[in-house]
């Protein structure tokens, strides 16, 4: 057969053999509902406390690229602009209301940089992993860049959702993304995916929804929250009805391209990934590698090897975890990537088995 029709027949059969490997990882409705039934509890006894205190989600629970048995992550918001709260002694009064009311296993972090309550549940048959959740005080920016993402999938959830979640178990799977040990956290590599389907691609196959305007004259193009603009376009009605992709790749060229791209063709040395505005400079941004600003140590050095800007907190680096080393091994994963899916073009599923491994 000829070596085009086989590479075809590749690039099908990748897509759909993605499909069904994203497919049995996606939480099911029972641990959804379970999750909701924990969040409203834990808010009721919050509100004892303070009863303009509401308790959301963000992050995967809410984003749609959760995992099967992911942590929780939620936040704390005082809606009473007279109550007089101070997060590190919030999180330690909650940790003791927590402790009397309730079976989790609890563990306040309230004089972290940023404070937060973790609370643990042992696992039972309705939810055998048990679970593991994060509360933080106030944190506004992380409801707005998770309804960020949330309606960047919404667009094309065949595509985007099957990207973003592939390469989330992957990147575990593969032990890089681990921001506590040098390497990604999940965020960073769901902005790297976002990043390239939205300025790399051409055709795009996303809008960039931090660039296109209001089309109600009463809109307002710049929403200011804690001094950051988190405006973007979420209508997602008209982005239905006026937005379509000319790009019709299928998920799987559009995987091996991703690993591609990030294998041979991103500058990593000077380049700063924006989904905001596309690609800047580390110069540009003031995020240069080995300025040695007197005193500061190695880690502190370190920590602009990988640059990708936060959507909307422009001054900050994502991917400051990521060290020397960190990247060294995130740059091979992707070319081992690449090797995988261009030079064994014979069994997709295989290729995706071995690429996890
Ligand atoms: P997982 O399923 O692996 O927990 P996740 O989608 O919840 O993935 P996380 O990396 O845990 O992703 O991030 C959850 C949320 O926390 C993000 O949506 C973001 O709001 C915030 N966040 C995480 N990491 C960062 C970071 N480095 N900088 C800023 N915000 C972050
Ligand atoms: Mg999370």
Redesign the pocket.
Known sequence: MHPGVLHRRFLNDLSTSLFSFVLPLLPTSEELNVKEEVRGLIEKLIKTLEPSARLLS???SC?S???RN??M?LVVLIDDPNATIEPGNFVESMATLLERETNFNVKPLPRARIPILKLELAPSPALPFGIACDIGIENRL?IE??RL?LTYATIDPARVRTLVLFL?VWSKRRRINSPYRGTL????F?LMVLYFLVHVKQPPVLPNLQRIMPMRPMEEEEVMLEGKNVYFFDDVETLRREWSSVNFESVGELLIDFFRFFSHDFQFNNSVLSLRAGQLTKESKGWVNDIDVGGLNEMARDRNRLCIE?PFEIT?N?ARTVTKDGLYTIRGEFMRATRILTQRPDRAVLALAELCR
């Open positions: 963000f992050g995967s984003n690229f959760g995992l992911s942590d992550d992380a860049n998770t993402l989330k956290s999940s965020y960073g769901t936060d900050y994502v």
